[in-house]
């Protein structure tokens, strides 16, 4: 678990139909909104999609890795 400071997560891309392959770093609250209303996160690179739920692990998209460290002075 990340913790204290941090309110992104590592969300899985989706398998479905997706080329991609990152997992991309999401405000936590959009992940439990997505989970719940099954409604699209917005990943701090600015992708958009609906998460699946798969523990799988991905690479981490380059973009959202910059954001986040800016954001929060750690990776
Ligand atoms: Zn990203």
Known sequence: M???GTETEVAPPTTDGDHERFAHYVRKADIVRANVEGVPVVALCGKRWIPNRDPDRYPIC??????????FGKG
């Open 62 to 71: 380059p973009t959202c890795a910059e954001i986040r460290q800016a954001l």
């Open 2 to 4: 990340t913790g204290r």
